[in-house]
């Protein structure tokens, strides 16, 4: 059995979406001083590896906290969308989407991680590929970018009305290039919050 993180690490020195808060994190216990060790963060919820639910952009929508754990674990499927400026309609056909169907949408932009470009120039995704995975009735969809658009986040919200979980800022999508079957386990922390910091791995079948 095989197991591929699909997460960054969580660190003081990741990238924030522009006018975000910096992430904080520091030791504030050690062993050699008070016997144990301990750690305080602050952050958002939209730093990092993590998943966006529907009381992101769904006025009266669920909490992550309120979404099925079934609805985090399934069947995935590769999108290998390398080399295009826009996810279109196109990436979708030349695969089999079954119904309840994890997507990860493989752009190779999670190389910029860090670089001043990632969250400025990164592939958007199209309505018509959006409405394509809705059509085939998806349970998540995954991206190696800081999300399917920019503002005013009009395929966010195309998703989330569904309750179409947005997994963003993957990483190590194309370690999945080539691999016939595979499960995803996308398990953010339960927080009361519109999205949550998550682990993602992906299980060889």
Same mark, same amino acid.
């Given at each position: ?27 504030? =216990? ?19 590896? /993590?998943?966006?639910?529907?009381? /992101?952009? +769904? ?34 056909? +030349? ?76 990483? /190590?999508?194309? =370690? ?30």
């Amino acid at each position: 059995m095989h197991y591929i993180d699909l997460t960054h690490t969580f660190t003081t020195r990741m990238p924030v979406y522009p006018g975000d808060a910096v992430p904080q994190l520091q030791q504030i =216990a050690n062993i050699e001083k008070d016997k144990f060790a301990d750690h305080e963060v602050r952050t958002g919820m939209h730093v990092g590896t /993590h998943i966006d639910g529907p009381m /992101h952009m +769904v006025k009266g929508g669920r909490k992550l906290s309120e979404i099925p754990i079934e609805r985090l674990i399934g069947q995935d499927i590769l999108i290998d969308a390398r080399g295009k400026a826009v996810i279109d309609e196109t990436v979708a056909s +030349v695969v089999k989407i079954s119904q309840g169907s994890i997507v990860l949408c493989l752009t190779g932009w999670s190389e910029k991680f860090g670089a001043p470009e990632y969250y400025t120039d990164f592939p958007r995704m199209t309505r018509g590929c959006a409405l394509s995975f809705i059509d085939h009735g998806v349970k998540m969809v995954g991206l190696d970018t800081p999300g399917p658009d920019d503002s005013p986040f009009p395929i966010h919200k195309l998703f989330l009305e569904k309750e179409i979980l947005l997994i963003e800022n993957l990483t /190590h999508l194309n =370690a999945l290039l080539g691999v016939e079957a595979f499960e995803v386990y996308a398990l953010p922390a339960k927080f009361e919050t519109d999205s949550a910091p998550t682990r993602v791995i992906a299980r060889v079948i």
